[in-house]
């Protein structure tokens, strides 16, 4: 069992990031007359300073006691990016629950562990303990960890819309490639291999990829972005489609025809094909999630495709001789 660390109190990215630039130039060596009465100056100019580095100093001390990567990363890693995002994670959310959660993100199957699941083709809808609502769509897996001192979402597979209750506190939710922080927003937030997308509603969210250094990047209502764990591209309007799963729809707005069947290839099991012949054939229109044999039988009626069942599990979109 990991040992219970103090909650974390309320400490924005920024001021993590500048007290964990001060503990590792302390730990590099002992700092200059000039250094000294920098470190004094930033420490005594506002209180969340303090705080922030009275907290630091409790985490940096129990950090020692753990054995996750994620610990170990911030202990023993060169005075790196890598190190400085550990050490301001877990200056964020706290040693023992960022901790814990590295040991989850290095299990070789952690959807199978999950808190909560989702099955392929179903779509779930829990409702957490400060009455923000989260709903997973198909083939999706969470992490929920609510403790009194903080609130956090780990996003390990799919995909979720989560409807914030609490405008006070903040809502930590993280995926492979960031984190994000959330007062009372309503946002989709889907994980792909290599990248992650957020989509904001209502409210507003603060972004911080994995191994970026610098201020976090503030995600407005009716935005969306792809983020990596270095870099964010720039924020666009909401696609057509987005968030429409949770009514039970597909929306495709001059959609490629293969990107189409991609996105209804999640809702069924086996293989769903596209001919390269009709990948680049155009697709618009609404399509109910939950008959999905419905919406092939349409494609042949609106395109010049047939679908060929080769069996139940593999099926492939054709051109129409």
Partial sequence: MQPNLPGPPEIGAQVADQAVHWLLEMQAGPLSPRQQR????????????????????RVNQRLR????PLAHAALNAPKSSGRRQALKLLLILGAGSAAAW????????????????????????LQLEDGSQLQLNTDSAVDVRFD??????????????LTGANRQQALWVHTAEGVLRAQ???????????????????????LTPWDY???????????????????????????AGSGAWSEGMLVAAHMRLADFLDELGRYRRGQLNCDPRV??????????????????????????????RFTRYWVTVEARA
């Fill in 38 to 57: 920098a470190w004094q100056q930033w420490h005594d100019a506002h209180s969340e300073h303090q705080r922030a580095w009275e907290h630091i100093q």
């Fill in 65 to 68: 006691g753990l054995s996750s």
């Fill in 184 to 206: 009372g927003a309503r946002l989709n937030l889907r994980q792909f291999k290599q990248r992650s997308q957020l989509a904001v509603f209502e409210g507003s969210v603060s």
């Fill in 213 to 239: 250094v610098g201020l976090p990047l503030r995600v407005e209502k009716a935005r969306q972005v792809d983020f990596t764990s270095n870099a964010w591209d720039t924020p666009r309007p909401l696609d």
């Fill in 102 to 125: 590295g040991l989850r993100e290095h299990n070789p199957l952690p959807p199978l562990m999950a808190d909560y699941r989702s099955p392929v083709g179903q779509r779930r809808t």
């Fill in 148 to 161: 009194g001192q903080q609130r956090l979402i780990r996003l390990l597979a799919g995909e979720i819309l």
């Fill in 279 to 308: 990948a680049d054939l155009l697709i618009s229109g609404s399509y109910p999630l939950d008959d999905s044999e419905r919406i092939l039988d349409l494609l042949e009626i609106s395109l010049p495709v047939k679908v060929r």
